[in-house]
Structure formats: structure tokens, C-alpha cells
Nanobody
Framework: QLQLVESGGGLVQPVGSLRLSCVAS????????IGWFRQAPGKEREGVSC????????TYADSVKGRFTISRDNAKSTVYLQMNSLKPEDTAVYYC????????????????WGKGTLVTVSS
């Protein structure tokens, strides 16, 4: 049974860093696009970053470019999101999601979701 489990969230001060991890079980990441999405209170879920399986192509939301880095370890079926220079507006529940290899990095393009991990950026 396919399962995505996120970890690494927590409370961090502004300009701090966190690394999120998502472990996929029940499949290998070789033939999918996998990504990170977030949802802040009162807001819609949005794409943060995705990485494709075919060429490792990455996409980032404009709001996180230059601060966040997505990476994938197919051997460990794990995808990471390194978040640096965090801002209060990055506060949200972060979800790992998986979709077809050609999908776009939007919530409607993903077929499987983890339960999320909360990131709070506050002093």
C-alpha cells in the first residue's frame, strides 16, 4: 500500500532553517513526480516545489526561489526540502505529494498525499 510520511517540521525563528523529509513506501520514486505543497490557515493549498523522476527537473514557487531546495534519493524512496532563510509567511502545514511523471506542480496534478507536517516560523 502506497504511503507518504513527512517529518522534520517544527518551530523555527525567522532566518532559520529546517529540512523536511518524505519517505514513500509501497513504490519507488523512479517513475513519478513528487513534490512539496503547503497550506497556511485560511489559504488554499499551493505548490512549493516539485522534482520529476525522469531528469530530476525541479520547479519552485517564486516565493521560495533561492531559499528552498528540493532533492530526491530514489534508493531511499525519500524526497527532501531544505528550507533556508525562513520567513513568518512560510508558516504552514507542508505536504508531500506524488503524481504522474508529466504532471505539473499543482495540487490537482497529484494523486497521493501525505498527512503533512507543521512548520511554524516565529520569534
Amino acid at each position: 500500500q502506497l504511503q507518504l510520511v513527512e517529518s522534520g517540521g517544527g518551530l523555527v525563528q525567522p532566518v532559520g532553517s529546517l529540512r523536511l523529509s518524505c519517505v514513500a513506501s509501497g513504490l519507488t520514486l523512479d517513475y513519478y513526480t513528487i513534490g512539496w505543497f503547503r497550506q497556511a490557515p485560511g489559504k488554499e493549498r499551493e505548490g512549493v516545489s516539485c522534482i520529476s523522476s525522469s531528469r530530476g527537473t525541479t520547479t519552485y514557487a517564486d516565493s521560495v526561489k533561492g531559499r528552498f531546495t528540493i532533492s530526491r534519493d530514489n534508493a531511499k524512496s525519500t524526497v527532501y526540502l531544505q528550507m533556508n532563510s525562513l520567513k513568518p509567511e512560510d508558516t504552514a502545514v507542508y505536504y508531500c505529494a506524488l503524481g504522474p511523471v508529466q504532471t505539473m506542480c499543482v495540487p490537482s496534478g497529484m494523486h497521493y498525499w501525505g498527512k503533512g507536517t507543521l512548520v511554524t516560523v516565529s520569534s
